[in-house]
């Protein structure tokens, strides 16, 4: 029998298509999990998150389920570029979902390649951004692997799939009256479905998990220092950690402040609009102290074409197009930015907010003796005078041939 490797989280989607992927395809499933860094995955009673989503696979009627540990691989090779870019789409959000989709795809290729598969597979509808980041993934580094993409072409809806397993006693984690479809990772997580979909709605309390409500916040200011080495975070409050682990003690501080969650309209890739509930704690934390040490070190001109093109980076990764040569050329370029960014930034959080409230670097380009108006100023005042009328000599000449016309 012809053997897939399904991309399998756990959820709803991926646990029904393991089964219907058997009976209309003759597929031998073989679930491959990413654990990318998902909160609840400590060893307790029956082995973990990741373990028991293993074996829930199993009992969905894969024959074989593989757990693949990627997190610290997760933060070094792909949140670290979003980083180094202050890649937001949209200017809001982190690009949790879209960030880990090249890394899960290369994982399922590898998979196949282990174990003689001639499919991988996704669980993503056809309305979604996912399937293309799969998708165009799979093409850019794996042309010869056919893509399968069970829930896309079985159509059913989310009550349909919910009222499927439960016929087939296949075990999901979803039932009517919790219809939130979630994604989290070491960068963040995502809400969708049910009331969400109301653009008017407020989302309820319990959609929210990695960032405390306003109400239940500390009533004081906590500040953190971050420290960046070569535009990367390297310390918190002067302890050293690797990316993996900063991440998620920034996220855990500034999540108990309220601080990360997003509540936008976005524009999908397929040419919707949806609306999507984000909690990104440690992620805009981490941007923020990010782009203002920025505009500490960089060179006026360096910064300003490194900020035109971070808006088309982060929809470059946002559309599936991670292995690409203008993804991989902009790497290249902000490469040659990122070895002046140096230094501490200071983080205020509260209620719900988190700003730079110091910072400083030995490679900052702030030089105080330059700026001051004080009596140590060295700025050389009377040079501006032949600079201001050369600066404005073209519109001075523009308005007396034509400004008046």
């Known amino acids: 029998m012809k053997r897939l490797v399904l991309a399998y989280s756990g959820g709803l989607d991926t646990s029904v298509a393991i089964r219907w992927l058997a009976e209309h395809k003759d597929y031998e499933v073989v679930a491959c999990a990413i654990d990318l860094g998902q909160q609840g995955e400590g060893e307790g009673e029956g082995g973990g998150e990741m373990e028991r989503i293993r074996r829930r696979a199993l009992d969905c009627g894969a024959v074989e389920a593989v757990v693949v540990d990627a997190r610290s691989e997760f933060a070094d090779d792909f949140v670290a570029s979003a980083i180094a870019a202050?890649?937001?789409?949209?200017g809001k959000y982190p690009l949790v979902s879209a960030l880990s989709r090249p890394l899960i795809t290369r994982h399922l290729v590898?998979?196949?390649?282990?174990?003689?598969?001639?499919?991988?597979?996704?669980?993503?509808?056809g309305k979604g951004n996912d399937q293309v980041r799969f998708e165009v993934t799979a093409m850019a580094i794996a042309p010869d692997l056919t893509v399968e993409a069970p829930i896309r072409e079985w159509g059913m809806n989310r009550d349909g799939a919910i009222a499927w397993?439960?016929?087939?006693?296949?075990?999901?984690?979803?039932?009517?009256?919790s219809p939130y479809s979630i994604d989290e990772n070491l960068w963040g997580r995502t809400a969708e479905c049910g009331i969400?979909?109301?653009p008017?709605?407020?989302?309820?309390?319990?959609?929210?998990?990695?960032?405390?409500?306003?109400?239940?916040?500390?009533?004081?200011?906590?500040?953190?220092?971050?420290?960046?080495a070569a535009g990367q975070p390297v310390a918190v409050d002067g302890k050293q950690l690797e990316l993996v682990d900063l991440i998620a003690e920034v996220d855990r501080r500034a999540g108990a402040h309220g601080v990360g969650r997003i509540d936008m309209l976005e524009d999908r890739l397929v040419g919707i609009k949806s609306r999507e509930i984000y909690e990104c704690p440690g992620a805009i934390t981490l941007l923020t102290a990010h782009r203002d040490l920025e505009d500490l070190c960089l060179e006026q001109e360096l910064a300003a074409e490194k900020r035109a093109l971070e808006g088309r980076y982060a929809q470059l990764i946002?559309?599936?197009l991670w292995f690409t040569p203008l993804k991989k050329a902009i790497d290249a370029f902000i490469a040659t930015s990122q070895?002046?960014?140096?230094?501490?930034v200071r983080m205020a959080l509260f209620k719900g907010s988190a700003w730079v409230a110091g910072r400083r670097s030995d490679s900052g380009l702030y030089d105080h003796d330059l700026a001051t108006y004080a009596a140590s100023d060295r700025f050389d005042h009377t040079q501006a005078e032949g600079f201001v009328k050369l600066w404005g000599l073209p519109t001075k000449v523009w308005a007396r041939r034509q400004g008046s016309r």
């Not at 008017?200 to 420290?227: F, G, M």
């Open 86 to 90: 202050n890649a937001l789409y949209m």
């Open 339 to 344: 070895p002046v960014v140096n230094g501490d």
């Open 196 to 198: 969400l979909e109301d």
């Open 110 to 125: 590898r998979v196949a390649r282990e174990t003689g598969a001639l499919a991988v597979a996704h669980g993503c509808t």
């Open 165 to 177: 397993a439960e016929e087939r006693g296949i075990p999901v984690p979803v039932r009517r009256g």
């Open 200 to 228: 008017w709605a407020s989302p309820p309390e319990e959609v929210y998990e990695r960032s405390a409500a306003l109400v239940d916040t500390p009533d004081e200011v906590e500040e953190l220092t971050l420290t960046f």
């Open 318 to 320: 946002y559309n599936g």
